[in-house]
C-alpha cells in the first residue's frame, strides 16, 4: 500500500516548523558558553542567512523531485544510487538522533514541573508515546502536529510579551558578550543550527501532498519566515533577562523568566514548552519513518521497512528506527552529545542536496522544476555558508566531544566514523549492482523515465 495525500500547505508548513520548534525552547543556548550573547548572535545570522537560502534551493529540489525520499532522492537522481545512499544515512543520522535529544529535554522539562518525576522515565515514555501514536495515520498526527505547533508558538508569544519590558542592555552587552572572538563565532555555529535544524523534514511527506508542485513552496517558505521571526526574539529576549549568564539547562525560557517572575509564569511557559518539544519529537518521528521507507522502497534497506498498514504509515521504518532512538534517549544522561551527532547529519545532508541542485541544473536542464530558485547565486552562498557550517560542526563539536557508550566515554568522532563504516560495509555486501538494477526500476516505474 502506497503513502496516501491527505496534506495541505498549512499541514506541511506545520509539520515544518513543529520540526523545528523545540530548538526554540531549549539546546540553543549551549552557544553561550562558545561564543558568548554576541558571538552567538552572529552565529545566528550566519545560519539564518545559510537556512534561509537553502530553504528556497531545497524548495526547487522538492518541487521537481516530490518524493518521501527528500534528499536521497534528490542525490540519487543527481549522483546515482551510491550519492543516494549517503544522502539517505546522513538524513537519518540527523532524525534518528535528534528525538532522543528532544526527548531527554521532554523529560527534562518535565522534571522541572514536577521534581518527583525521574527525568530518564519520563524521556523513554515520551519517546514510545509519540512513536505509538505515529501508527494511526498521517493525516491525524499531522493534525495533532498543527495543534501542538500553534500551542507552542502561543508560548514563545507569551515569552516575548512577558520578557521583553525586563530585558536590560548589561545582560547582552557585558564582559562576557563576545567570547574566544571569531572561533567563539564557529564553536557557537552548531547550536545556532539548533533554532532551524529539520525544518526540511517536511520534504519527507511531499509524497502525501495533495499538490506538491504548489503546496510544497508555500509551506516551506512560510516554516522559514516563522521560524527567523522566532529566532531573533527568542535569542534577544533569553539574552536580555540574563539567561546567558550563571549555570545553563535544559529550559533556558522558564530558566530565563524565573530570573523577573515568580514560578507561577515560569511553570505555564514549561508547561506551553512542551507543546514545542512535542511537536518537534513527534514530527521528526514521522520524518525518520519516511526516509527509512524511502530507502527500503529503492532497495537499499530490507522490503520490509517499506511495508504500510491500512493507514499507509510505514510500520517498520518508524518501529525500527524508534526502537534505536528510545535506547539512545533512554542511556543518554545529557542532550549536547544527540544534538551534535544530529546537526553534523544535517549539515552533510544539506551540502549534498545543494551539490545534487547543482548536478541536476547541469544534468538535466529541462527536468520540470515548478519553482525555480535564483540560480547560481542563492545556491551558491547556501552551498558556501553549508560548509562553514560543516566545518565548524566537526571542529568545535565532533572533534571536542565524547559520547557515553556502554559505561565508557567514546570521542564522538570514532562514533560518527562507525556509523559510516557500518553503513558502507552493508553497502558492499548487499550487493551494490543489486542495488543499483532494483532502485533503477523503481525510479524509471515512479518517473516513467530511463535513469543510467
Known amino acids: 500500500m502506497a503513502l496516501q495525500k491527505h496534506l495541505k500547505p498549512i499541514h506541511l508548513w506545520a509539520i515544518s516548523v513543529g520540526m523545528v520548534i523545540s530548538g526554540q525552547y531549549f539546546g540553543w543556548n549551549y552557544g553561550f558558553e562558545q561564543g558568548g550573547i554576541i558571538g552567538l548572535a552572529i552565529a545566528t545570522l550566519i545560519v539564518t542567512v545559510f537556512y534561509t537560502t537553502f530553504m528556497f534551493s531545497y524548495a526547487e529540489l522538492s518541487t521537481s523531485i516530490p518524493q518521501s525520499g527528500g534528499p536521497s532522492a534528490y542525490a540519487r537522481r543527481a549522483m546515482g544510487p551510491f550519492g543516494g545512499y549517503m544522502a539517505g544515512m546522513a538524513c537519518l543520522l540527523e532524525f534518528i538522533f535528534a528525538p532522543p535529544a528532544i526527548a531527554v529535554s521532554t523529560g527534562a522539562y518535565i522534571h522541572f514541573l514536577i521534581p518527583a518525576v525521574n527525568p530518564v522515565y519520563a524521556t523513554v515514555v515520551a519517546f514510545i508515546f509519540f512513536i505509538l501514536l505515529n501508527l494511526i495515520g498521517v493525516k491525524e498526527v499531522a493534525v495533532i502536529e498543527l495543534t501542538a505547533t500553534i500551542l507552542a508558538l502561543i508560548g514563545l508569544s507569551i515569552f516575548y510579551v512577558a520578557g521583553l519590558p525586563h530585558v536590560e542592555a548589561s545582560n547582552i552587552l557585558n564582559g562576557n558578550s563576545f567570547l574566544n572572538g571569531p572561533t567563539g563565532v564557529l564553536a557557537a555555529i552548531p547550536f545556532a543550527v539548533w533554532f532551524y535544524l529539520a525544518i526540511e523534514g517536511g520534504a519527507m511527506a ?69 507543546f514545542g518539544l512535542i511537536a518537534s519529537l513527534n514530527g521528526i518521528i514521522m520524518g525518520f519513518s519516511r526516509q527509512t521507507y524511502a530507502l527500503a522502497r529503492d532497495g537499499y534497506f530490507p522490503k520490509f521497512l517499506a511495508k504500510t498498514n ?112 557500518v553503513s558502507l560495509v552493508y553497502y558492499v555486501l548487499y550487493g551494490s549492482a543489486r542495488l543499483k538494477r532494483q532502485a533503477d526500476a523503481s525510479y524509471a516505474e515512479e518517473e516513467g523515465v530511463s535513469v543510467n
Open 206 to 274: 511531499a509524497e502525501e501532498v495533495e499538490n506538491p508542485r504548489k503546496d510544497i513552496p508555500k509551506g516551506f517558505i512560510g516554516a522559514i519566515i516563522t521560524l527567523a521571526t522566532a529566532t531573533l526574539f527568542t535569542l534577544f529576549v533569553t539574552a536580555g533577562l540574563g539567561g546567558g549568564n550563571g549555570k545553563l539547562a535544559d529550559y533556558p525560557l522558564p530558566q530565563a523568566l524565573s530570573s523577573v517572575y515568580d514560578n507561577g509564569l515560569s511553570t505555564v511557559l514549561a508547561i506551553i514548552g512542551l
Open 310 to 421: 491500512k493507514k499507509g504509515v510505514p510500520v517498520g521504518g518508524l518501529l525500527i528506527p524508534g526502537a534505536i532512538g528510545v535506547i539512545c534517549a533512554g542511556s543518554a544522561s545529557f542532550a549536547n552529545a544527540l544534538i551534535i551527532l544530529s546537526v553534523f547529519g544535517a549539515m552533510m545532508m544539506y551540502c549534498i542536496s545543494m551539490v545534487s541542485l547543482f548536478i541536476l541544473r547541469k544534468k538535466e536542464p529541462e527536468l520540470a522544476r515548478p519553482f525555480k530558485v535564483k540560480y547560481p547565486v542563492v545556491p551558491s552562498i547556501a552551498l558556501i555558508l553549508g560548509l562553514v557550517c560543516l566545518y565548524s560542526i566537526i571542529k568545535y563539536s565532533v572533534l571536542t566531544t565524547n559520547m557515553m557508550l556502554f559505561g565508557t566515554s567514546v570521542p564522538l568522532i570514532y562514533v560518527i566514523l562507525g556509523i559510516f563504516l
